[in-house]
C-alpha cells in the first residue's frame, strides 16, 4: 500500500533503501565466498594438476605441498630471528613431499635441522657443503644431491661428508656468518655453491650484515605459521600490503600476478630477487667491491686459520645452456650469445677469484642443457651427477 501524499517520493525511498540492503548483502556474500574459496586454494598450495592429483592418491604420502614448507616460525610476527647455530630456522626430524609441474622431491631433515639422513657433532665433519637452493637440492631427493654424489665416490667415502644449506642462509654473507660462529667446525675441505644467478648482487640486498658487531638480519622475508618462506608484506605497494595482511583473496590475487611480468608492479621500494642487473651481468663492475666477494675472502682466512681449504662452487645461469625460460635482465634476452662470447659475469667472477688466490671449480663445460629445469633456472639429476662427480675429482687432486 502506498501513501498517496508525497506516496511516490516516500515509495521511493523504500525502494532506494531495500536496494542498497540487497547490495550489501550480495556484496558480503561475495567477501565471504571468495574469501573461502581463496583460504581452500591457498591451503593446498596453489592449483594441483589432475596428474598430480593421480599420483597423491597411488603414493599415500601425509605431507605433501607446492611450496617449501621446512622453514620453522621462531617470532610472532614471522620475522626471521637469526641464531649463530642457524641462519634460517629449519624444522627438525620433519618430512616433506615438495611438487612442482616439473618435479617432485622427498625432504626429511635430521635432530640438527640439516637435510642428511644421518647425525654428527661439527668436529666430527671433513667435508662441509655451504650454499643455497642449489646446494640444497632445489628439485631433487637427497641422495641425487651433488653433495650426496661427492660423498659416494671413492674419495668422498673417506670423509663425513655434511651439507649445511639451508641452515646457513643463502648468500655468502650468511655463510661467513654461521662459519664464523660455529667455532668447533673445522673441516679438511668447505666447498661454497656461488650461484651467479643473484648471490652477487639481488641477494645481498636482502641482508644486513655488520662484521664488526658480528650481526646479521634478513629483514624482508617472514616465515608463515605453516613453515613457508614469503616476502614480506611491508614491501608491497598499497592496498596490496593490506590486502596480503588481512585477506586470502588479496594472497592469492598477489601470488597469481607475481607469477606474471606484472610482478614488479606490486612491490613499492624493492623488488625481490630481480635479474642481475646489465652492468654486473656484462662484466662491467669491480667485484672487489662486491659485498659478496668480500665475504668469500673472510671465509677463505677464516678456513684457512682452522686448517681447512675454502673451494668456490661456480654455479652459471641457464642461460648458457637454454633458449627458455631465462633468469637473465630483459635487455639481455635478446642479446645473450653476445653476453655468452663477451664479458659476462662468469668470466669476471673467474678472474677475481682467480687474482685473489682463492680456489675454484667452474663446471661450466660439463654442463648442458638438460643439466637445468626447462622452467626452473635448478639443476635437474643429471646436472647434479655431473658437478659431483667432477668436483670429487678435482678436489681429490688438490
Known sequence: MRIKINGEQFSLKIDTMKKIKDTF????????????????VLKVHFFFSDKYQLEQISSKKTNVSRSLDIFEKNSKSGEIKVHKESVFPIKKNFTTTWVTDEFEMDISTNDKGL??????????????????????GHGVNGDERFSKVFADTDFGKSFIVVNYSYQNGFQSEHYEYYFRNNTNLKPKH??????????LESDLTETFYDRKRNELEIPYRLVTNDGFLRNDPDLYKYPFRVLSKYSFFGT???????????????????????????????????LLENRGIKSLIEMDKLVKKRGGKL?????????????????????????????INGDNLLKSTRKVLSDLGIEFFDPSLLLNKDCYFKSDAHWTVK?????????????SKE
Open 25 to 40: 548483502i550480495i556484496l558480503i556474500t561475495t567477501i565471504v565466498l571468495l574469501e573461502l574459496v581463496s583460504f581452500v
Open 252 to 286: 592469492l590475487v598477489l601470488k597469481v600476478i607475481y607469477r606474471t611480468k606484472y610482478r614488479d608492479s606490486l612491490f613499492d621500494f624493492y623488488i625481490p630477487n630481480p635479474p642481475n642487473s646489465v652492468s654486473l651481468e656484462t662484466g662491467k663492475e669491480n
Open 311 to 339: 673451494t668456490v662452487l661456480l654455479i652459471p645461469q641457464n642461460y648458457f645452456y637454454s633458449n627458455t625460460s631465462l633468469h637473465i635482465h630483459k635487455e639481455l634476452q635478446n642479446h645473450v650469445a653476445k653476453v
Open 115 to 136: 637435510r642428511e639422513n644421518f647425525t654428527c657433532e661439527n668436529e666430527e665433519v671433513d667435508v662441509a657443503f655451504f650454499g643455497d637452493s642449489f646446494t640444497f
Open 190 to 199: 668447505v666447498i661454497v655453491g656461488l650461484y651467479l644467478g643473484n648471490d
Open 383 to 395: 646436472g647434479h651427477g655431473i658437478v659431483g662427480s667432477a668436483l670429487s675429482n678435482y678436489i
